[in-house]
């Protein structure tokens, strides 16, 4: 049964970090690409981070680049999402997601993930 279950949100002060784990099943997602999206108190979701299966690649919105990183770990069946310098706009809903889709022009869109996680909430007070 494919399966993501996100955990390590919270809340945090402004300035501050956390670490975001996604633990997926390894006979569904260990040649899939895995991303981190968020959904903000009234927006829709969006893109936040993605690696591919190789783990080589990464993308990342512009809103958090220099300031988050995703990476994985396919002994551990793990995809992480390091959160450093959080301000109180990255507060939202994270959510894992999972694609077969390999082609970096899709991996930014929503539509493209087959699989999703329940969401961590993550709160940063100013």
């Known amino acids: 049964q494919a399966q993501l279950v996100e955990s390590g949100g919270g809340l945090v002060q402004a300035g501050g970090s956390l670490r975001l784990s996604c633990v997926y099943s390894?006979?569904?997602?260990?040649?899939?690409?895995m991303g981190w999206f968020r959904q903000r108190p009234g927006k829709e979701r969006e893109f936040v981070a993605v690696v591919r299966w190789t783990g080589g690649t990464t993308y990342y919105a512009d809103s958090v680049k220099g300031r988050f990183t995703i990476s994985r770990d396919n002994a551990k069946n793990t995809v992480y999402l390091q959160m450093n310098s959080l301000q109180p706009e990255d507060t939202a809903v994270y959510y894992c997601?999972?694609?077969?889709?390999?082609?970096?022009?899709?991996?930014?869109?929503?539509?493209?993930?087959?699989?999703w996680g329940q969401g961590t909430q993550v709160t940063v007070s100013s």
């Open positions: 997601a999972g694609t077969a889709i390999d082609d970096g022009y899709y991996l930014k869109e929503k539509g493209s993930y087959d699989y």
């Open positions: 390894r006979r569904t997602f260990s040649r899939y690409a």
